[in-house]
């Protein structure tokens, strides 16, 4: 079975669980549940910030642990220091490490649009990612039919969320050109493979409507290939690995964010690092 299709199965099951252990009623209680999100589109085009939209991620299906002690406190608010635009945090535990809560300490410490990363398959998650902090949800192309993908997408706009919606090729981006799509992300991993290469973002870029701010996802290790996807018309950069795999994630974010200004501004000094 490939993977994306066991992550789904699982994911049935999970929300199912959780409508029981957690109804709407009581997730609409959340002290978040009537906060005003915070524009991931804004944020991306600032011009004092990276737009890296830095992920905590402590494990995955195709490397297993990557982090899974991570500090959630540290490392997000370190993000957010370093420059980033925004935060991405997993939620799923089955097959990623994560929990709800390590959005919930995200946004309790950070100011900041925060996507929940998971596998959004019921308007369930949607009540939940408000009611845990946050401001925006991803919808992956691949693990919904175009129809479901629009109805769980302007649900998420009733409340306000934004929505970053991922595509690995032409077909999934084709299908699902919506108005209540804000972000298009364009995934540089092969599902079946999971062979990485921002090609595939360079291939997609010219394919995206202008209206859509363009997100370039996985396989960034190296500032130069940010300055070549800016080049074809990306603004946002997901990036979690290459940070994570660090002891302090923190810090390698700060040291590839300055080497990227410098790169940016043509300089030849050196670069800084944090002690």
């Known amino acids: 079975m490939h ?3 066991k992550i789904l199965l699982h994911k049935q099951k999970e929300v199912e669980e959780r409508k029981g252990l957690f109804p709407t009623k009581l997730l609409e209680q959340s002290t978040y549940f009537t ?3 915070v524009s991931l589109k804004k944020y991306i085009l600032r011009p004092d910030k990276s737009g890296i939209i830095a992920e905590i991620k402590r494990k995955s299906p195709s490397k297993g642990n990557i982090n899974p002690y991570v500090s959630i406190e540290k490392t997000s608010i370190g993000y957010m220091q370093a420059g980033a635009s925004a935060l991405s945090v997993l939620t799923d535990y089955e097959f990623f490490g994560g929990t709800n809560e390590d959005l919930k300490t995200a946004r309790k410490f950070n100011f900041c649009p925060i996507l ?3 596998f959004i398959i019921d308007e369930y998650q949607i009540i939940e990612a408000k009611s845990i902090g946050a401001d925006v ?4 192309a691949a693990a919904l039919t175009p129809e479901r993908l629009k109805q769980l997408a302007e649900f998420a706009k009733s409340f306000d969320l934004e929505v970053l919606m991922e595509v690995h090729n032409e077909e999934e981006l084709q299908s699902n050109i919506i108005e209540s799509v804000d972000l298009i992300g364009v995934n540089n991993r092969n599902l079946k493979t999971f062979e990485v290469s921002i090609e595939n973002s360079i291939r997609l870029a010219p394919l ?12 960034i290790s190296d500032p130069q290939k940010i300055v070549e996807l800016s080049n074809h018309g990306f603004q946002g950069f997901l990036m979690g690995e290459h940070f994570m795999h660090h002891s ?3 810090k390698a974010c700060y040291d590839f964010i300055h ?5 940016k501004q043509g300089s030849t000094k050196p670069v800084e690092t944090i002690k």
């Open 3 to 5: 993977i994306l299709d």
């Open 35 to 37: 906060g005003k999100p």
């Open 116 to 118: 929940r990363k998971d």
């Open 137 to 140: 949800i991803l919808l992956i």
């Open 208 to 219: 995206i409507p202008e209206q859509y701010i363009k997100v370039s996802e996985s396989g």
């Open 248 to 250: 302090r994630p923190e």
């Open 259 to 263: 080497e990227l200004k410098v790169l």
